[in-house]
């Protein structure tokens, strides 16, 4: 059994930038691919990033590759989500989770455990 428990989120302006953490508790946290998603009212939860257990290989969504950055602290039991330059669209409410499986997934129904979710709001 794995924990998530997401922070960071918050109300910005158009081109600013958030930095949200997903603190995890419970097994091996190393031993678990992990992946940002997103969702708005009405519509299905989306990818936003992925990062393998070592840290070494990430995947973006089309709409944030070169604004958004995954990373994770193996120590700290956390991976973060950097998001800059950050536009009205981006506004949703954020999810982590992580995956058990060995691959490198984006599918959200490949995700074992969830955070309860932090929401994130752009004005223009």
């Known amino acids: 059994q794995v924990q998530l428990v997401e922070s960071g989120g918050g109300l910005v302006q158009a081109g600013g930038s958030l930095r949200l953490s997903c603190a995890a508790s419970?097994?091996?946290?190393?031993?678990?691919?992990m992946g940002w998603f997103r969702q708005t009212p009405g519509k299905e939860r989306e990818i936003v990033a992925v990062?393998?257990?070592?840290?070494?290989?990430?995947y973006y969504a089309d709409s944030v590759r070169g604004r958004f950055t995954i990373s994770r602290d193996i120590a700290q039991n956390t991976v973060y989500l950097q998001l800059s330059a950050l536009k009205p669209e981006d506004t949703a409410v954020y999810y982590c989770a992580a995956a058990s499986t060995r691959l490198f997934v984006t599918a959200m129904q490949r995700y074992d455990y969830w955070g309860q979710g932090t929401q994130v709001t752009v004005s223009s």
């Open positions: 990062i393998d257990r070592s840290g070494g290989s990430t």
């Open positions: 419970g097994r091996t946290f190393s031993g678990y691919i």
